[in-house]
């Protein structure tokens, strides 16, 4: 053997002032069965340095030394505040290395060694280490080695989290078992202690792991040998928390129980699941403590009908929603949106279980009774804590009378909860929008039927609306939902955005002309210039005007944050959703639209993790399966994709026909041309008769490599300002559309370069 082929040959003493190419060492400053540590001096850049060395024995398996450097180059493209950064991937005389940042710092290990943490820092660190778990996973990176010694505090009190590619090239030392399991004991999964094949969902466990012993300072499967150990990670269930400490919340037990489950069908699907239980917990506790713990916060749940007409349910809900919106304009004063109030309506609920999904301290019910033109109203305010009632009423009134008792109630409840009322928003509290209670009941009546998001129940809101209008033309409120229904027919049907939107847009200028501080007006007004003008930064002043008005307003939220997103504002858009979801966490369509503009940014996992939450809310909502098969598609999870968008089609019966082109899309993307061509076949079928977004459309022919039939159906889509075109920049799309000189000519078109 040449002495040059020698890759045995890595017993080098690397000692002060070696040059590794254009690194000095300094110091050996770690070592380990996998690999030693230095820090180096970066003679190029003059930056301190940590070089890691692969293992002696290790450099010896060509297929370990490939491993090695594909994995440790993978990690190199992380770029996360919760990871460290890898510079250089490289090697020295036959072994190879990888360059990365020096940190100022100590392991999780010696940081929390000894202290007692409080709760608090426990979930901060518990976050950042989640959120640079889920950075890795997003670029399918699965670490395999997750343990308090893999953790890095720097200076700051920042998590970093090394040894990405390392871990998964296993080594042997007291703790790390060799061969097929890879990991280290104690902190590996079920599925690794058997050898058998890991996902993400492995490094989950090990994170639970992680949390456990951060909050006892014990592991909660170390025994006295690495056969009992590993025996306890299979079968055994640990103790619970607060047997080790005494003010562990129930939620963070629940989170970490969650995290070890054996299962991996049953334990956390993704780390953006772990994230999201933290931080609402996180919420929680804060507002719990001194300084918010007696911020008043209220559910206004549906009135029940005690009338004997079923069609009565829409002056029900109309009386409730009235309520909350009135009462979203006072200031100090949580209310929790119109969506997850009303998620309880028909059910026989504990109202301390409603405080407790809804986190406020108090909850009005009350129900409707209508006889003629009689009403009998009766309302009570209930104390969550303990079930007593804060103050009740009993109304008997004609109904012409219902402005009055709605302004009584709404007055009750702001005296009865201890807030301060101020002039102005005594004034809000009971502005009147009509003063005709005929106009009134119409108006209900299109919200009711507005709520329930499909192409029949929007064109019958329309119709009320416009009935209102016409007793009332001064009713600002009816012509705003006159616009919301416009806006939101060509997302729920066929009808072209030729058609809807500039009807939508006249309805919401009339709004305005009437009432120029109506957040509905200006919402609707931004949803237009978003959708069918491309107007983004006049839809972005619209949105940011409308939550101005009315802070509360989870829908502003809710597009506002779609908006950034189209325009790739990442960050920005996440926050802005997360507002919406505080405000109306049990809604269908906040939980929804989470998913997809998740999917817009590309964590498909994350939009998942929404998407599927939402289909627990309501299992027969069809919108919520057309997203999800769309992030499956993108994972290219192609079967799971086709069965999600065939769910789609048999719950609407095919009357969404845009579904079939992504459906043709996993078919071609799956490698089955004979079933694509067939979905194109009946798409353009169905063209002759119904209206299909060209952009969708588009992605068909992409996918079956027909770029420049694609592209002329994006130019038709632009032509025609069809409204799925503004996800243009965000959407994902094949890389070679994206690298085509007409995709960006059309990005700068639409003002999105």
């Avoid at 594909?70 to 493209?77: G, V």
């Avoid at 399991?181 to 992680?210: C, I």
């Amino acid at each position: 053997m040449e002495l040059d082929d020698d890759k045995t040959r890595t017993h080098i003493t690397l000692t002060k002032d070696t040059m590794v190419g254009h690194y000095r060492i300094v110091e050996k400053i770690g070592a380990g069965g996998m690999g030693e540590v230095y820090l180096a001096q970066d003679t190029k850049l003059e930056r301190s340095v940590a070089l890691k060395f692969l293992s002696t024995f290790l450099c010896a398996d060509d297929d370990c030394r490939k491993r090695f450097t594909r994995e440790a180059q993978a990690a190199a493209k992380l770029s996360h505040p919760n990871i460290i950064t890898i510079h250089e991937v490289s090697e020295y005389q036959g072994r190879p290395f990888f360059a990365m940042e020096h940190v100022e710092g100590r392991s999780l290990k010696e940081h929390a060694s000894g202290k007692d943490i409080t709760i608090d820092q426990i979930l901060e660190l518990a976050i950042q280490i989640c959120e640079g778990v889920r950075a890795a996973h997003d670029k399918g990176i699965i670490h395999r080695d997750i343990k308090p010694s893999n953790v890095l505090i720097d200076s700051h009190g920042r998590a970093r989290i090394v040894d990405f590619g390392l871990a998964a090239v296993a080594g042997a030392n007291q703790l790390t078992k060799t061969g097929s399991t890879m990991g280290t004991v104690g902190y590996m999964s079920p599925e690794q202690v058997t050898g058998a094949d890991v996902d993400q969902r492995s490094d989950l466990f090990s994170l639970g792991v992680l949390l456990y012993e951060l909050v006892t300072q014990r592991n909660p499967f170390r025994r006295d040998t690495e056969a009992a150990t590993l025996r306890a990670v299979s079968d055994e269930t640990p103790e619970p928390l607060a047997r080790f400490k005494s003010d562990v919340p129930d939620g963070l037990q629940t989170i970490i129980e969650k995290s070890l489950e054996k299962n991996v069908e049953t334990r956390y699907q993704t780390a953006a699941g772990i994230i999201s239980d933290l931080k609402r917990l996180k919420r929680e506790i804060a507002q719990a403590t001194p300084t918010t713990a007696g911020l008043p916060s209220i559910a206004v749940l549906p009135f029940a009908n005690l009338s004997a007409d079923p069609e009565q349910e829409y002056f029900c809900d109309g009386m409730a929603e009235e309520i909350i919106n009135a009462l979203t304009h006072v200031e100090g004063l949580r209310v929790v949106a119109r969506t997850s109030c009303f998620a309880f309506k028909g059910k026989t609920v504990d109202i301390r279980e409603v405080g407790r999904q809804l986190n406020v301290s108090a909850v009005l019910e009350g129900s409707v009774r209508k006889a003629g033109n009689r009403l009998r109203i009766t309302a009570q305010l209930v104390n969550v804590a303990d079930g007593y009632h804060l103050w009740s009423e009993r109304y008997d009134r004609d109904s012409e009378d219902i402005f009055a008792i709605q302004d009584e109630i709404s007055l009750a409840i702001v005296n009865n909860l201890k807030v301060k009322l101020l002039k102005e928003d005594e004034a809000a509290l009971t502005k009147r929008h009509t003063a005709d209670p005929e106009a009134h009941k119409l108006y209900l009546k299109g919200r009711y039927f507005w709520s329930r998001r499909t192409r029949e129940s929007f064109e019958k809101a329309i119709e009320y609306f416009k009935i209102a209008t016409e007793i009332d033309p001064n009713y600002a409120q009816a012509y705003a939902g006159m616009a919301a229904s416009y806006n939101d027919l060509p997302n729920y049907s066929s009808i072209p955005p030729a058609e809807a939107y500039p009807l939508a847009k006249e309805a919401a200028m009339k709004a305005l002309e009437l009432d120029p501080d109506l957040a509905e007006g200006h919402t609707a007004l931004g949803l237009i210039l978003r959708d069918y003008e491309w107007d983004w930064e006049g839809a972005e002043k619209a949105f940011k005007r409308a939550i101005e008005l009315n802070p509360a307003y989870e829908t502003a939220h809710q597009w506002y944050a779609h908006l950034l997103g189209y325009l790739g504002r990442a960050d920005e858009a996440v926050a802005e959703m997360s507002k919406s979801y505080e405000l109306d966490p049990l809604s269908l369509a906040v939980n929804r639209n989470f998913g997809f503009l998740y999917y817009l940014l590309h964590r498909f996992d994350d939009a998942l993790t929404m998407l599927h939450r939402a289909a627990e809310l309501d299992p027969t909502f069809s919108y919520t399966y057309f997203i999800m098969g769309m992030a499956y598609l993108r994972k290219e999870q192609f079967d799971k994709a086709i069965e999600t968008l065939q769910k789609e089609r048999a719950l609407t019966g095919g009357a969404n026909p845009v579904v079939v082109v992504p459906l043709g899309t996993a078919y071609a993307r799956m490698g089955d041309r004979k079933k694509a061509d067939e979905v194109l076949a009946g798409v353009e079928e169905i063209m002759k008769h119904e209206y299909i977004s060209p952009f969708y459309l588009g992605q068909l022919y992409f996918a079956l490599g027909k770029l420049d039939e694609g592209f002329e159906l994006f130019e038709k889509a632009y032509n025609e300002r069809d409204i799925y075109l503004r996800f243009l920049k965000a959407h994902p799309i094949e890389d070679e559309v994206r690298a085509d000189p007409r995709y960006k000519a059309l990005l700068k078109k639409m003002n999105l370069a």
